[in-house]
Structures are given as C-alpha cells and as structure tokens.
C-alpha cells in the first residue's frame, strides 16, 4: 500500500483558488486509479474527481468546470486545481489510491 499524504488546503474566500497536492510515499506508475473525495461537515464522504494512469478524468458534476485533476508520475503527485470556489465547498478533501486513504486537508470557503 501507498501512504499518501496531503496538502495546500486554507482559507479562500469565495470565487478564490487553491490547489491541493497529494504527495505518494512509493512509485505511482503502477497505479491505475487515483482520486479526491471531500467530506463537507456532518455529511459523508463523497468522491470529486478521479485520473487514470493514462490521464483520463473524470468529474463530479458539482465540481466539473471548475476543479482540474491531474498527476505527476516522475514526482508521484496528484493534484487537484480547485477554481471559482464556493462555500458549498467548504470540507476535508481526502486523497485515494486503491487501498489507500491520507488523512485529509481542510478547505474553506468564505461567503
């Protein structure tokens, strides 16, 4: 299993940006699916976006147009560029590669 931890997350107001990284503590070659889920407070976790080892992404539609995925395989990063920023996006943004969860960082958003 890969242990994977997470940063970048803050406070931004609203329409701001961040952009979160997820940093691998072993190769990420030969993983195929790695993805962000958020956990918005008093409410399950729920999956964002997720990328293939090819690159293929694919987006929750609450997010989609606005949050880009993306992997470094040399620097075993998955990243994750959140845009034009909502309250309603306010939560702990986990990262997830088979097996494996990190301990999440805290986005929040201010009105």
């Known amino acids: 299993q890969v242990q994977l931890v997470e940063s970048g997350g803050g406070l931004v107001q609203a329409g701001g940006s961040l952009r979160l990284s997820c940093a691998a503590s072993?190769?990420?070659?030969?993983?195929?699916?790695m993805g962000w889920y958020r956990q918005a407070p008093g409410k399950q976790r729920v999956w964002v976006a997720s990328?293939?080892?090819?690159?293929?992404?694919n987006y929750a539609d609450s997010v989609k147009g606005r949050f880009t995925i993306s992997r470094d395989n040399v620097k075993n990063t998955v990243y994750l560029q959140m845009n034009s920023l909502k309250p309603e996006d306010t939560a702990v943004y986990y990262c997830?590669?088979?097996?494996?969860w990190g301990k999440g960082t805290l986005v929040t958003v201010s009105a």
């Open positions: 990328i293939t080892r090819a690159g293929s992404t």
């Open positions: 997830n590669a088979p097996g494996s």
């Open positions: 072993g190769s990420m070659f030969s993983i195929n699916g």
